[in-house]
């Protein structure tokens, strides 16, 4: 049982360029989210799912976006990486709202 | 939006020594949840807390819910080196957006030995 895994665990990228991170989970949960934590600032919610097929902005969704094609994976994309999107992302699913979330082990973004 | 203020922001204590922390906030949560985050890792959950006045104890932690469901404590009792880490808190409101969790920024903890 893998609970949440998240590829790559590190990446370099040039400011311009695209990529995908992906998070897959093997719990069956149905809700999942994108959070990226900067020094100081805690965790921010980017994208959240309710479920396969739904998503919705959290609280800094500018220049990411993100899919859930299927239940068990929630891809986020950056579309035209800048220096500010170094950080470090974590993707996490919960069975329902109101139950504690499952983190993945998170994806080193540098951006340079 | 939510807010929670965690603190204190880092503690630099000897093994053995007890460690407390809190969070506070300015709106009433429903679920307080307390995780601990290994450098290089996501973090994990330690303690979840689902009723006004709840005291739950996971080994050596201890971690309240607020009578007033505005805040949480946890405290770590003789502290150990592999105590070190960033303690993170974390509240739901079902009212607010589709239940997603808020969370403080963060207790770094450092234990010498």
């Known amino acids: 049982n893998a609970g949440v895994t998240q590829t790559p665990k590190f990446r370099v990228l040039k400011t311009g360029q695209s990529m995908t991170l992906l998070c897959a989970q093997d719990m069956n949960h149905e809700y999942m989210y994108w959070y990226r934590q900067d020094p100081g600032m805690g965790l921010r919610l980017i994208h959240y799912?309710?479920?396969?097929?739904?998503?919705a902005k959290g609280e800094v969704p500018d220049g990411y976006n993100v899919s859930r094609l299927k239940k068990q994976n929630f891809l986020l994309g950056l579309e035209s990486a800048a220096p500010s999107q170094t950080s470090v992302y974590f993707c996490?699913?919960?069975?329902?709202?109101?139950?504690?979330?499952?983190f993945g082990s998170g994806t080193r973004l540098t951006v340079v | 939006g939510q807010q929670l203020n965690q603190s204190p922001q880092s503690m630099f204590i000897q093994e053995g020594e007890d460690v407390s922390m809190n969070c506070t906030s300015s709106?009433?949560?429903?679920?307080w949840l307390w995780y601990k985050q290994d450098p290089g890792e996501g973090p994990v959950l330690l303690i979840a807390l689902y009723k006004a006045g709840e005291l739950t104890s996971n080994g050596r932690l201890t971690a309240q819910f607020g009578i007033t469901r505005k805040d949480s404590f946890l405290n770590i009792s003789a502290s150990i080196p592999s105590d070190v880490g960033i303690y993170f808190c974390?509240?739901?409101?079902?009212?607010?957006?589709?239940?997603?969790?808020?969370f403080g920024k963060g207790t770094k903890l450092s234990v010498k030995p």
């Open positions: 799912s309710v479920g396969e097929g739904t998503t």
């Open positions: 974390a509240g739901l409101n079902y009212g607010g957006s589709q239940g997603n969790l808020i």
């Open positions: 996490a699913s919960t069975p329902r709202a109101g139950n504690g979330y499952t």
């Open positions: 709106s009433i949560f429903n679920t």
